[in-house]
């Protein structure tokens, strides 16, 4: 009888021991699965914050670019004028020193 009871005695401390140890076990797994959700949480909050800087430099490169392409439109266009009235003189220059 004594025998018997070593042994369940073994077998209640060796039930405790995995019991404890699965325990340990679930608790390693549980910190492991926080610190990987932080990280990811982490990683994609810089994401979320390179994105934002992305698009407003998007942004400001777009309004410069549409500055430029105005200023351009502009100067064009006054060239042009500048030429027009250049032609326009030029041709009534012409007109008067025609005989009549």
Do not use: C, W
């Amino acid at each position: 009888m004594v025998d018997q009871e070593a042994k369940s005695n073994k077998e209640t401390r060796r039930l405790e021991k995995r019991a404890a140890e699965e325990a340990e076990r679930l608790a390693k797994e549980q910190e492991r699965k926080r610190a990987y959700l932080a990280r990811e949480q982490t990683i994609e909050e810089a994401q979320k914050e390179k994105e934002i800087k992305r698009s407003a430099k998007r942004a400001a490169e777009e309004i410069e670019q549409l500055a430029r392409e105005k200023a351009r439109r502009e100067a064009y266009l006054a060239k042009e004028e500048v030429m027009a009235k250049a032609q326009e003189e030029r041709r009534l220059k012409a007109k008067k020193q025609l005989p009549e």
